[in-house]
């Protein structure tokens, strides 16, 4: 036998018994973690099970309900300014039925709040404000229905071939 090919032969089979004694060693590893894991978990259980049968302090008990509704009143006002309007300083142009910013970004007509799609796999040129619960279509100056997609296009369009505000106040007409 060629002695590159002997020794070739014996590394692959010392890799494969290496091999399957790392793998049993972590087995072995893993099953005595799993002891001291399950031993560790039934004494927190019992440490659990001691504090909690335990007496409080009425002052503990009040202040971990004070703690609660100090966390729940200020996770409603964090979400209650999500709410609040935005700050529109810039300046909108209504197109196709609803108004345009700068971003091409759909807002409101009465409250200009930003639209959001109001049906789902339905109608995609109909549009609805959250803040005062009214629905928009886009539609083009013939009547017919526009993506937001198409809308967007049409006024990038517009604003290329034309300048800003007449061609936009044009649109609208």
């Not at 061609?167 to 007409?173: D, L, V």
């Amino acid at each position: 036998m060629r002695p590159r090919l002997a020794i070739s032969k014996s590394l692959r089979w010392f890799a494969d018994h290496l091999l399957s004694a790392i793998l049993s060693l972590i087995v072995a590893a893993l099953i005595a973690a799993w002891g001291g894991i399950f031993s560790f978990s039934l004494s927190a259980l019992d440490y659990i099970t001691v504090i909690l049968n335990a007496r409080t302090p009425l002052w503990v008990t009040i202040s971990l309900i004070l703690l609660c509704v100090l966390y729940t009143n200020l996770r409603i006002r964090q979400y209650r300014k999500s709410w609040n309007p935005p700050n529109v300083q810039e300046e909108l142009h209504e197109v196709f039925g609803v108004y345009w910013n700068s971003q091409y970004k759909l807002r409101c007509l009465r409250c200009k709040w930003p639209l959001k799609c109001a049906s789902k796999g339905h109608d995609p040129s109909i549009f609805w404000c959250s803040n005062c619960n009214t629905k928009f279509a886009l539609r083009d100056p013939s009547g017919n229905p526009l993506t937001e997609a198409d809308a967007i296009s049409r006024l990038k369009e517009m604003l290329t071939n034309g300048s800003t505000g007449s061609a936009i106040k044009q649109a609208a007409q």
